[in-house]
């Protein structure tokens, strides 16, 4: 399946810009050829990525040194005897002569960062990077070569889409390459499609964003139907920065922008955790845990001071934690369905050496990053975010990390519009049955359904200051006292309280904080909150799936019956239950 081994000089092709000076298409700078070479193609000028070659970008994306060609066929078709002002088959010839290619995907075995995988890399210079039947092959037997091997799969895209040259037949191939990249979904193997500038219809339609992680260039322009497509078909004005790169991202589309330099790195670590491969050295054995799981060795105290210290804004939010007790981490955004809610962040990352999902809900310190982060309240764009980092977890084998610090779920009316109730109750299902370790830590405010939405785990720990409840205290008072005044009498009758929790049965354990608070100490927390998650995550490795699903389930059966276990399962008969 492979051929000649090759390195960043292999190129058959044009390996930069032919002329001596080039005009840049985002500034129109004139730059001399051989220092945009130099750049991997970006303007010195203003940034903009000029579009690579196939093997300019195997050369910037792969180990030096690690490409094997994947010798597969590109035998061309002509299914429709296509004429324009040409035969189709001239056209194919001439599109070969111009690039060295023999058609618009070059597919191969490499390396990035030291993790094989298989990848197939796009090239718009042969006739638009347009699919036709061969690009559509060379993608499905990438992907079939990547699951016969149990190799990750990196799809590079540049098309201007189905190649109308083969009509129907270039349609089909959608439907494909969708059905190849699924049974590496069901195989539980990584994918991540880069897309580069352009990447429009039917490749856009299809595989360029069914990978597990989809990330992109800076301006690339990515969509169904072009620009001008839109104007002619339906004269619609057109919103500034439409369809780049940016554009996507905001509206929860794309994982993350990429500089081109950082390309390698980061798809690589993407990949080496995702194949569950850990090129550093073990790590340094972890501090004990020292956590509380009798509450008598917890002091009484008022819950009022509890929830007073729980909402303190110097308290470390989710991402200051991620960035002291991670060795290794990368955000990933957006629901791909709309919308990439600020109040929920996630991504993938190592603890310990270990690499596995992290979800936390986010608010923010000062006035502006509360009023940015919509104080720590998802709308459903954050949860279905969320579903889908958890369902990447349950493809990568890896295990969850949920840090919970909410006032509740955003309660306005556009989340409502958007199925703020579906979504929550969504993630309920779907963390209940989760095939992979699931701990969460309530590391200060955990309010209501916004709050349990991604708490649904093997084991739950909170910080000694941290609260849990099923509605603000506030909120309690207003209901039941019809006075918000009476919130402290509300929040002692609630029992939301660390020590309460733990007596409730509802957390297995209490973190305890530094002398002040995690407020007043946030390294000190951020290790205590680290020794706790890694040994929790110690004792559940050795769960097999079943297992753990079921005693999750038991977990949360057993709030509010007082059935003894064996009585509260339904056994089938032939007559009904017993």
């Not at 020292?290 to 308290?315: C, K, S």
Request: aromatic share 4%; charged share 20%; glycine share 12%.
């Amino acid at each position: 399946m492979t051929g000649e081994t090759a390195g960043p000089g292999f190129a058959p092709g044009p390996a930069g810009p032919e002329a001596p000076w080039v005009s840049c298409a985002g500034c129109q700078a004139v730059v001399y050829g051989k220092r945009l070479a130099r750049s991997h193609g970006i303007c010195p000028q203003c940034g903009h990525c000029r579009p690579l070659s196939a093997y300019d970008r195997l050369a910037l994306l792969a180990d030096p040194g690690s490409v094997e060609l994947l010798d597969l066929g590109t035998d061309a078709a002509d299914p429709l005897r296509f004429v324009d002002d040409k035969p189709y088959p001239q056209r194919i010839a001439d599109a070969r002569h111009a690039t060295g290619l023999p058609e618009a995907v070059v597919c191969c075995r490499l390396r990035m960062t030291g993790t094989p995988a298989i990848a197939a890399v796009m090239d718009f210079r042969f006739m638009g990077g347009s699919l036709s039947g061969a690009v559509g092959e060379l993608i499905t037997v990438a992907a079939e070569t990547a699951l016969a091997q149990r190799l990750p799969l990196l799809l590079v895209t540049a098309s201007g889409g189905v190649r109308m040259q083969e009509g129907v037949i270039g349609l089909m191939q959608m439907a494909k390459t969708a059905q190849a990249l699924h049974q590496l979904d069901e195989a539980g193997l990584p994918t991540v499609c880069l897309v580069t500038d352009p990447t429009y219809g039917g490749v856009a339609a299809s595989f360029a964003m069914l990978g597990d992680v989809v990330v992109a260039e800076p301006g690339a322009r990515l969509g169904f139907a072009g620009p001008r497509v839109i104007k002619q078909t339906i004269r619609q004005e057109l919103p500034a920065g439409f369809q780049t790169a940016e554009f996507l991202l905001e509206r929860g589309f794309l994982d993350l922008i990429c500089p081109r330099p950082a390309l390698r790195h980061r798809i690589g670590r993407l990949l080496a955790i995702g194949a569950r491969r850990d090129a550093e050295p073990p790590a340094p054995p972890q501090p004990p845990a020292v956590v509380i799981r009798d509450p008598a060795l917890l002091p009484e105290r008022p819950a009022w001071e509890a929830v007073r210290r729980a909402r303190n804004v110097n308290r470390p939010t989710t991402s200051d934690y991620l960035s002291m007790i991670l060795d290794d981490f990368e955000e990933l955004r957006g629901d791909r369905v709309g919308g990439d809610c600020p109040a929920i962040i996630g991504g993938v990352g190592r603890l310990g050496g270990t690499p596995l999902v992290v979800i936390g809900h986010e608010k923010g310190h000062t006035t502006r990053e509360l009023a940015a982060r919509n104080y720590g309240m998802p709308g459903p764009a954050g949860y279905r975010k969320a579903a889908r980092l958890l369902r990447l977890a349950a493809k990568w084998g890896l295990p969850v990390l949920t840090l919970v610090d909410t006032p509740g779920a955003y309660p306005g009316v556009d989340a409502e519009e958007q199925g703020q109730a579906t979504a929550i109750a969504e993630n309920l299902r779907l963390m209940g049955g989760l095939p992979v370790p699931v701990v969460t830590v309530i590391t200060g405010e955990g309010c209501s359904g916004g709050a349990l939405g991604i708490a649904v785990a093997d084991r739950v720990l909170i910080m000694e200051n941290a609260v849990y409840t099923v509605i603000s205290p506030e909120g309690c008072a207003a209901i039941l006292w019809r006075d918000a005044a009476a919130a402290p009498a509300a929040a002692q009758a609630l029992r939301v309280d660390a020590r309460s929790l733990l007596e409730l049965g509802v957390v297995e354990a209490v973190i305890p904080e530094p002398p002040g608070g995690a407020e007043a100490d946030h390294a000190a927390a951020a290790a205590a909150l680290r020794a706790a998650v890694h040994a929790e995550l110690a004792d559940l490795a050795g769960l097999d799936e079943s297992r753990l699903v079921a005693q999750r389930r038991a977990r949360f059966r057993r709030f509010g019956s007082t059935r003894r276990p064996e009585e509260a399962v339904l056994i089938p008969t032939e007559g009904g239950f017993r």
